[in-house]
């Protein structure tokens, strides 16, 4: 996670492609600043969403991927929520569901609305049992097929 430039730094060393920053943590003028900067040094910047106010910072700044995360601030799974986040998200721009589904049904109803999906959830409880992780996999491909 993006908390300011020292974070990108650590990350451009580690030979990081991508990194996750909150909206509610910046301002959109800070969101922008740190967006540009992660950009200079070849990586793109994904705006994670909670809120509607967060959504309003993440457009305001312009960030073209915005992540909305599929649990609340609480950290339950609150997809009603992400639904009415995700179709606010103007055309034009990478909308992405982070995290609160566990099951390819969970995540049918949503893909007409995003782009790109972080699968968390289902690949945590498969390295928990120790379960091939291409039998957790196969059934999200299959929604897309």
């Known amino acids: 996670m993006v908390v300011d430039e020292q974070d990108l730094y650590r990350l451009r060393d580690a030979g990081a492609d991508a990194a996750v920053l909150y909206a509610a943590l910046h301002e ?3 969101i ?3 967006r540009k900067a992660a950009r200079s040094m070849r990586i793109e910047l994904l705006v994670e969403v909670f809120t509607d106010d967060d959504l309003e910072r993440a457009l305001a700044a312009e960030s ?7 649990v ?3 950290g339950r799974r609150d997809l009603p929520r992400a ?3 995700l179709q606010k998200i103007p055309p034009g721009l990478t909308p992405i569901l982070s995290g609160g589904f566990s099951t390819p049904e ?3 109803d949503l893909l007409s609305l995003i782009d790109a999906v972080v ?3 289902p690949l945590m409880a498969a390295a928990a049992a120790r379960s091939p992780l291409a039998a957790v996999i196969e059934p999200f491909t299959q929604l897309v097929a």
């Open 119 to 121: 699968v968390m959830e």
């Open 72 to 74: 609340d601030l609480a």
């Open 83 to 85: 639904r009415a986040l």
């Open 28 to 30: 959109p003028a800070r």
């Open 32 to 34: 922008t600043a740190l």
């Open 106 to 108: 969970d995540l049918a």
């Open 64 to 70: 073209m991927l915005i992540a909305v995360s599929g």
